[in-house]
């Protein structure tokens, strides 16, 4: 089975603060993603990696940034944290496909809030 | 992005019953997923669709693609409280990651 590891459950940091979330998955999937889940608006793409070093945008990118400098790692940067940043932070990782239908193996998610 | 809109948002319901939740938009898609999450923890994949008037069953729950592959259903027989959790649909754009719907929220009371 895919483990996607999140390295904290729960996370209080301060506005201003910088913050690092950190995702490791096993499985040697090539693909890895970020989202943020809010009540009412769903999950919403924040970044995703398609390998090593390799970033895309997703729909929400600003006041993020990521890192992928191993392929099982992807690390979410908050760069300077705003309240309106406290959120639950999901991670997940895909096998590429040239499909592109493949399944997603997500964490458990990190509650985030911002004081 | 292609907009998927869920229904209904919220169902809570009596242990026995009987439910279906929808997934609908206006584009066309070359697959959906279906995922459930459960309180405190990630989505999990219950399901891929791919054929235009396709069914799969997966214990008591029937997913159905639409004909035209712009819509999909999930129908739960005899819902338990283990099922509770927000269910999800979701499509991929046009690069690797899954445009996801806002989720039907289910609540199974014994």
């Known amino acids: 089975d895919v483990k996607v590891t999140q390295s904290s459950r729960y996370l209080v940091k301060r506005t201003g603060e910088k913050v690092f979330l950190e995702c490791v998955q096993d499985m040697d999937h090539e693909n890895m993603f970020w989202y943020r889940q809010d009540p009412g608006l769903g999950l919403r793409l924040i970044y995703f990696?398609?390998?090593?070093?390799?970033?895309e945008k997703g729909d929400i990118p600003e006041g993020y940034s990521v890192s992928r400098e191993k392929k099982e790692r992807f690390s979410l940067i908050l760069e300077s944290a705003s309240t309106n940043q406290t959120s639950m932070y999901l991670c997940a990782s895909s096998l590429y496909s040239r499909l592109k239908n493949q399944p997603q193996h997500f964490g458990d998610g990190t509650r985030l809030s911002i004081l | 992005t292609q907009l998927l809109e869920q229904s209904p948002q919220f169902l809570s319901i009596q242990e026995g019953e009987n439910l279906t939740v929808y997934c609908n938009s206006s584009s066309v898609f070359s697959s959906l997923q279906w995922y459930r999450q459960e309180p405190g923890e990630g989505p999990v994949l219950l399901v891929t669709v791919v054929t235009g008037g396709e069914v799969k069953k997966l214990k008591r729950l029937t997913f159905q693609f639409g004909d035209a592959r712009k819509d999909s259903s999930l129908h739960i027989t005899a819902a338990q409280p283990g099922d509770t959790g927000l269910y999800l649909c979701a499509v991929s754009n046009s690069g690797y990651a899954l445009n996801f719907g806002k989720g039907t929220s289910l609540l199974v009371t014994p």
């Open positions: 990696s398609y390998d090593v070093k390799m970033k």
